[in-house]
């Protein structure tokens, strides 16, 4: 059992366990796309450091194929905020990470990326978070925050 000393620590503690998982995501991102295309999936997360940080193993179906990935989680106590770092088995390596924090029920994290060559900034947002369901969110944007493209939701149900 993970003990924390530092609030916001526990933040990702409703993710420990298994989930199925239903996957929207544009068809094409950064075109003006409102083709979704629908998917599933499984997610299972577990405590790491003493429950400041977690890790999550994804086996996610699209239509050209299942592929497996996975999350780190790290919070930082000190910065009173969490990183997160995304790796796709496709291309094994560590994402940049989004770093953010939790209010009011909704986890909001940004960062920078690169799609398609462009530079993009990144955020992710959890919310709807219930005890057997919770919703992530993940959103480009090419005009520094001011416009952004939500282009894939997951929304997660207990096993």
Sequence with gaps: MATHSVSGAADFDFLHRSWRVSHQRLAARLQGSTDWVRFGGTMTAKPILGGCGNFDENVIEVPQGTYQA?????????????????????????????????????????????????????????????????????????????????????????V
Aim: glycine share 8%; net charge negative.
């Design 70 to 158: 996975c999350t780190v989680r790290l919070f930082n106590p000190e910065q009173g905020r969490w990183s997160i770092y995304w790796i796709d088995g496709r291309d094994p390596k560590l994402d940049q990470p989004v770093h953010g924090t939790f209010s009011d029920g909704v986890g909001t994290f940004f960062g920078e990326d690169t799609f398609e060559g462009r530079p993009i900034r990144i955020r992710f947002l959890w919310s709807q978070v219930k005890a057997n369901s919770a919703r992530w969110e993940q959103a480009f944007c090419v005009d520094a925050g001011a416009t952004w493209e939500t282009n894939w939701v997951m929304e997660f149900t207990r």
